[in-house]
């Protein structure tokens, strides 16, 4: 039997990772790197440690993938970094085993529906500002510079970064005024 090791992690320091821990030793995992830290954060030095601890054969074991990952992309890359060194990914509390079809087909799908809804929410709001924009009703955020008084400026000599400070706006915001 391969080595089963385990992540266990909570969000912030008044959590407990008792039930996580419980269940990763309950699943037969002979480590488990804890860390308490949110997903979000990019600096998780024990997922880190964990990732490299683990050898070609093992299986990373999980409750929840919400735990190891803190976004698709994410997750698509720890899944490729475990995939390189041959280590599986299994989650007690879902149905993913990356060392199945099955489990790898489930993984897969987790990454398209978030991002499915993402697409359709977008189209929405498109359509949606389309219209609006046919009834005369959207017009758009109103402009926050006022190209006159930059070309006035521009008139009297003075250079974007200056106009830029005078206005209290950015440089870009005055090259974009001027090409205009």
Known sequence: MMPVVGYARVSSIGQDLGVQLEKLEKAGCHKVFKEKR????AGRPELKRCL???REGDTLLVTKIDRLARSIGDLQDIVRALKAKGVALRATEQPIDTSTAA????LDM????PEFETN??????MEGIAKAKA????KGRPPSVDRAKIADLKAQGYGPS????KLGIGRASVYRALEG
Do not use: M, N, P, T
Request: without cysteine; positive net charge; charged residues 30%.
């Open 52 to 54: 490299e601890y683990l």
């Open 120 to 125: 359709l929410r977008k189209e929405r709001q």
């Open 110 to 113: 987790l990454g398209v529906f």
């Open 162 to 165: 200056q106009i830029a400070r």
């Open 103 to 106: 489990g790898k087909a489930f």
């Open 38 to 41: 949110s997903g979000v954060d």
């Open 135 to 138: 009834a005369g009703v959207y």
